[in-house]
């Protein structure tokens, strides 16, 4: 996270794939001020930039996927989030 100090947004700075029992992420939050979550969302389907771009809130299917909007809670300046996919 060399350049995250100069950075004006939330950053991930890991990401985890496999195997599926460890899948995860976190978010930083770089900045100088608490970052509300309430409007941000994550998706595992590559369309899910149509949830903004055109209004379309399910890119994915409850067979495949998963799209999901996140609480009403925010990361403070410095914090890391970080969220764990597996109930294991």
């Known amino acids: 996270m060399v350049f995250?100090?100069?950075?004006?947004h939330l950053l991930l700075t890991r990401v985890v794939t496999?195997?599926?029992e460890a899948e995860s992420f976190s978010i930083?939050?770089?900045?100088?001020?608490?970052?509300n979550l309430a409007q941000y969302y994550i998706c595992d389907?590559?369309?899910?930039?149509?949830?903004q771009?055109?209004?379309?809130?399910?890119?994915?299917?409850?067979?495949?996927g998963f799209t999901v909007q996140f609480p009403?809670?925010?990361i403070s300046p410095g914090d890391t989030f970080?969220?764990?996919l597996s109930e294991s």
């Open 18 to 20: 496999q195997p599926a």
């Open 28 to 35: 930083y939050n770089p900045t100088a001020s608490p970052v």
């Open 4 to 8: 995250a100090q100069e950075a004006e």
């Open 53 to 64: 771009t055109v209004g379309d809130m399910s890119p994915s299917s409850r067979i495949g």
């Open 82 to 84: 970080h969220i764990v």
């Open 45 to 51: 389907n590559e369309e899910y930039y149509k949830m």
């Open 72 to 74: 009403d809670i925010s």
